[in-house]
T-cell receptor
């Protein structure tokens, strides 16, 4: 059974800092890994999708890496802003096509 | 449509009543997922559709829960004889194929009183 763990559970940083969020998964037989953000009381917004054959993806200030063999992904956020404050979720799609989520990292960027 | 649409956005129901939640996926998306998120908790997988068939129903919590999808489009999640522990946000997602990006709707907040 796939299990996804996100560390840290919560993170508070001053504006302008670069930061890294971590995601690990137990079953490396995945199709892809997707990072989402969730704002309070809202649905999920897709940030980045990395296919299992890829090592990284970039979108603006966001960069996600994937090391499938070790079961790890990181989300790097450059020059953080207060608007980046949200819960960040990592999800892996396994061979059964099910998206399995971690519990998320609650990020607070202080002005 | 432009995105995944869920209705209603909020639903308050009395314990013991049946409820139907609706999901309109992005046009052309063959894969559709339902998840449940209890207050302060992570996302709990309920069911996955590929086209109109549901190869994975493993997450449905009990036989009070059922889901269907017709015409490779709209899906409904039905909860019979609702209980207070069913109170949660129910989220729907769709993707074009099994290996493409998943997009979520805004969810239906269900409150059972």
């Amino acid at each position: 059974k796939q299990e996804v763990t996100q560390i840290p559970a919560a993170l508070s940083v001053p504006e302008g800092e670069n930061l890294v969020l971590n995601c690990s998964f137990t079953d490396s037989a995945i199709y892809n890994l997707q990072w989402f953000r969730q704002d309070p009381g809202k649905g999920l917004t897709s940030l980045l999708l990395i296919q299992s054959s890829q090592r990284e993806q970039t979108s603006g200030r966001l960069n996600a890496s994937l090391d499938k063999s070790s079961g790890r992904s990181t989300l790097y956020i450059a020059a953080s802003q207060p608007g980046d404050s949200a819960t960040y979720l990592c999800a892996v799609k396994g061979s059964n096509y099910k998206l399995t989520f971690g519990k998320g990292t609650l990020l607070t960027v202080n002005p | 449509g432009a995105g995944v649409s869920q209705s209603p956005s909020n639903k308050v129901t009395e314990k013991g009543k049946d409820v139907e939640l609706r999901c309109d996926p992005i046009s052309g998306h063959t894969a559709l997922y339902w998840y449940r998120q209890r207050l302060g908790q992570g996302l709990e997988f309920l069911i996955y559709f590929q086209g109109n068939s549901a190869p994975d129903k493993s997450g449905l919590p009990s036989d009070r829960f059922s889901a269907e999808r017709t015409g490779e489009s709209v899906s409904t999640l039905t909860i019979q004889r609702t209980q207070q522990e069913d109170s949660a946000v129910y989220l729907c997602a769709s993707s074009k194929g099994v290996n493409t990006e998943a997009f979520f709707g805004q969810g239906t907040r269900l409150t059972v009183v």
